[in-house]
């Protein structure tokens, strides 16, 4: 018999395989269909379903808003949808975060009773609805979701989780127990650009890895000629290294004045927030430390963090955000503080290493198309800037988001969004991935769509 050509051959063989492959799929189907769950295994904590319990209460958005919160047709849920598990958020269109929303049906028992109340008196109840899902959804051992609009400084929507529930009252929000992490890193790069020594362009030596810090890292030889790195891309791949060497050079004197515009070591009036804590020892290994971050004595409030973004993407003096009916967790109007400026060129220093932080450093992963619509990523300029480190109080691992979004057509329609993770034993989704889909929220309500 005449053997068949090459390419029938193949053909052949590629239906005889997936043939084979579907009788194999059709038989363990048919040999699972009815064997039943076993509810320990379900609710294993290493299971990724281990916060579902399907006895919750189920949860609409009709029950949360009413019918009349949304007038846009493309705001609304899709009630049809039955996901019975955690649908990660992975997709590109606002319309896929919404069909994944019916995830809060299945909460954890703990938080089986919704308080919808604080949702409804903030001042975006959409956006506070949807912060709501995500810290229900991805259930953070500590987590707390902070967006402030940049024109007018007032909170528009928050979110806090602790203690295995939603809270009703923003009561952490303003606590000084966070280590800054990273986040310090603005102290230092306001710092060195204010000295006029450093621009964002100079070269710093590069020596060893980014998120280490050693002595032998810290000693620069006289003539040094190996792998250096821009002062703003240090900054933006949060190197260790270098940001100490440059806190060593200018100096603690320099920090702890940077630190003060920042709004470090301030008593705010009503104690909200509470001070946070910048101390700068005058020289040796400790200043390399607070320099870049590296120490948990450098502590933070993500009311101040937010704070910080606004005053740097506004170029004013700093004021703590507010809200009308937050208090006494943060001011009822705005507070003027006198705690001096920036120059010109250091605001756009610090504005242009948060831009770069997205576009090429340690927020590029998540703050992208990934979980963003496409048509928000390019209307949108962002900016911002990442930390972690473990802490005490409470104990875990800390997860920073600080950072802005701000329309390229319309520079007034811009918001600050700060988002602070704890985790113990099981990791929750990334701070940066949380604060892509808050903003890409937020961009799908706000930022006018090209017909």
């Not at 902070?146 to 203690?163: F, H, Y």
């Not at 967790?329 to 290493?353: C, H, M, Q, W």
């Not at 962002?382 to 802005?404: C, E, H, V």
Request: net charge positive; with cysteine; charged share 20%.
């Amino acid at each position: 018999m005449e053997r068949l050509p090459y390419a029938q051959r193949m053909r052949n063989r590629c239906i005889a395989i997936t043939v084979l492959v579907t009788l194999i799929i059709a038989i363990v189907q048919c040999s699972t269909k009815d064997k039943p769950v076993d509810s320990e295994t379900s609710k294993s904590d290493n299971s990724p379903t281990a916060a579902i319990d399907s006895t919750s209460d189920t949860l609409s958005y009709a029950d949360v808003f009413g019918d009349s919160v949304f007038a846009d047709e493309s705001a609304i849920l899709d009630s049809q949808a039955n996901s019975n598990g955690l649908t990660a958020l992975t997709g590109i269109e606002d319309k896929d975060f919404d069909k994944s929303a019916n995830a809060t049906d299945n909460l954890n028992s703990n938080e089986n009773t919704r308080d919808t109340a604080h949702i409804m008196s903030q001042k975006d109840p959409y956006l506070a609805g949807k912060i709501d899902i995500l810290l229900r959804r991805y259930h953070p051992d500590l987590g707390i979701i902070l967006v402030v609009n940049t024109k007018t400084n007032e909170i528009i929507a928050w979110g806090e989780r602790r203690d295995g529930k939603i809270q009703n009252k923003p009561d952490w929000i303003g606590r000084a127990t966070f280590p800054a992490a990273s986040l310090a890193k603005l102290v230092t790069i306001a710092a060195a650009m204010e000295s006029n020594r450093y621009s964002l362009n100079t070269p710093i030596p590069m020596i060893g890895r980014h998120h280490t810090l050693y002595l032998n890292q810290l000693r620069v030889p006289e003539k040094y000629k190996g792998p250096t790195m821009e002062l703003s891309e240090a900054f933006a791949r949060s190197a260790n290294p270098p940001m100490a060497i440059v806190g060593k050079s200018i100096g603690a004197k320099r920090l702890l004045s940077a630190a003060t515009k920042l709004g470090y070591n301030k008593r705010f009036p009503g104690n909200a927030p509470n001070t946070s804590s910048y101390t700068a020892p005058d020289t040796g290994y400790g200043l390399a430390e607070v320099a870049c971050g590296f120490t948990t004595s450098t502590t933070l409030t993500p009311l101040l963090a937010a704070a910080q973004v606004r005053a740097v993407i506004s170029k004013k003096p700093l004021e703590i955000p507010w809200a009308r009916d937050m208090a006494p967790f943060a001011p009822k109007k705005p507070i003027a503080l006198d705690v001096g400026k920036f120059s010109e060129n250091t605001y756009y220093g610090l504005r242009e290493s948060m831009l770069r932080s997205v576009t090429q450093g340690t927020a590029h992963k998540h703050m992208s198309t990934k979980n963003m619509a496409r048509k928000n990523f390019e209307g949108l300029r962002i900016g911002g800037k990442t930390g972690s480190l473990d802490g005490n109080d409470p104990a875990g691992r800390y997860d920073w988001f600080m950072g802005f979004a701000e329309s390229k057509a319309n520079l007034n329609k811009s918001i600050v969004v700060i988002v602070m993770q704890m985790h113990k034993e099981i990791r929750s989704q990334p701070a940066t991935q949380v604060a892509a889909t808050v903003i890409n929220y937020w961009a799908h309500q706000n930022l006018e769509q090209k017909k």
